[in-house]
């Protein structure tokens, strides 16, 4: 009787434990077999949109699909072509506001390897597709890439990495570290139709082949990214527009990483109005770490970053703020693909493994995003080489 008594209190406590475990539900994936490079996004309507590329022979197909009652919607092709820069960690991506959308590919510019545009294509409703235009205008066969965009206003905000004074005339193409100048970090506001409202140069000096990211904050854009001194420090700026001016570049935090080539590890940023919060991989001190630190003043000033790893990291970092005070960030530890909360008093939840990848690059950047009382993860599955999708129910965090 006595041991009956111990094995239900036992069956009980597992019982409770399970309930506590968030519940990992699998998704059907719109992308078919010979897909990657997906990019996971709700828009201001709290729709979630996925796009990937498909391969098939040497074509690339660029195609997206809504989530709609945790189904996806029949896929529909953005733009194809055979001519594409495609890269494991400078991915496609698209922004929709209301009924206008953007998106951007990289087409190829001339012979050299790292000879690349930003191409963009337009549409409203998302069904027809205009003929690609170019966001960088410099002429140069160089490198341009790493683009976020948001929806602003009426139009959209873009910023991106612009190799326009990495190459000198005649030597286009085929450098890419040690080459001639400085990568530069750009942003432009662009309308539907492919109008250029504004351009600037916000870094004459950064990172080479880290992703950028921005959010819009009560205040305007601020975009954060991998900077670059010339000692060869490369950790993340911040730079915000105050009153129609750039601020200058300013740490978000000085980890001091010295390294002499491009990590090729960017950072993400989520915001709600004022409340910004900004995940990053760093390896300074020969020390491999995620970090997750918050801004209340729109990206003034930030707290002490919090180390949010478990002592395997390789970054690839994602983050979601889910209210004032937490964020669910996504990171890999090793071949895993792991996530918990984080709360701005620096409280950590338990780590929870949403998937088991790869750690080659083929595996890619996993993505995240919220909607609702929802978290929806992405990923390629570098061994079927197709994309995953996955949930989370917020509440059972």
């Not at 009382?373 to 992405?378: D, H, N, T, V």
Request: charged share 20%; with cysteine.
């Amino acid at each position: 009787m006595k041991n009956i008594f111990l094995f239900s209190i036992l069956l009980s406590a597992c019982t409770l434990a399970n309930e506590s475990t968030p519940v990992i539900k699998s998704l059907e994936s719109p992308a078919q077999v010979s897909s990657a490079e997906p990019f996971l996004f709700t828009d201001i309507n709290d729709q979630v949109f996925l796009s990937w590329i498909e391969k098939e022979d040497t074509i690339n197909h660029f195609r997206f699909s809504r989530l709609e009652n945790d189904r996806w919607t029949e896929p529909t092709t953005i733009a194809s072509g055979s001519s594409w820069f495609v890269n494991w960690a400078d991915y496609p991506m698209m922004a929709v506001n209301n009924q206008n959308y953007l998106a951007h590919y990289l087409a190829r510019s001339g012979t050299g390897t790292y000879a690349y545009d930003v191409a963009m294509v337009s549409s409203l409703k998302g069904d027809e597709w205009s003929k690609p235009f170019l966001l960088n205008t410099d002429n140069r066969e160089a490198e341009h890439g790493f683009v976020t965009i948001l929806p602003y206003g009426d139009n959209f905000f873009v910023t991106w990495l612009d190799g326009r004074n990495t190459v000198m005339e005649g030597m286009e193409g085929d450098h890419h570290d040690g080459h001639q100048g400085a990568m530069s970090l750009r942003a432009a506001v662009i309308d539907v139709n492919g109008n250029r409202l504004n351009e600037w140069e916000l870094d004459n000096k950064t990172c080479d082949c880290c992703q950028t990211t921005a959010v819009i904050t009560s205040n305007g854009p601020v975009v954060v990214y991998r900077d670059r001194s010339d000692d060869e420090i490369r950790d993340m700026s911040i730079v915000r527009l105050v009153n129609n001016e750039w601020t200058k570049p300013t740490p978000v935090y000085k980890d001091q990483w010295k390294i002499a080539g491009c990590p090729v590890n960017g950072p993400r940023i989520s915001g709600i109005k004022n409340s910004l919060v900004v995940a990053w991989f760093s390896a300074a001190n020969d020390t491999a770490r995620v970090n997750v630190s918050f801004s209340s003043n729109g990206g003034e000033s930030f707290s002490k970053p919090v180390r949010i790893d478990e002592g395997e990291t390789i970054g690839r970092v994602d983050i979601a703020l889910l209210d004032g005070d937490r964020a669910m960030v996504s990171w890999m530890e090793g071949s895993k693909i792991n996530a918990r909360i984080v709360n701005k008093d620096g409280k950590l939840g338990n780590p929870i493994e949403v998937a088991n990848s790869s750690s080659a690059r083929s595996s890619g950047f996993p993505q995240m995003t919220k909607t609702g009382e929802k978290l929806i993860f992405a990923w390629t599955n570098d061994q079927e080489k197709n994309i995953k999708i996955s949930s989370i129910s917020i509440s059972k965090l």
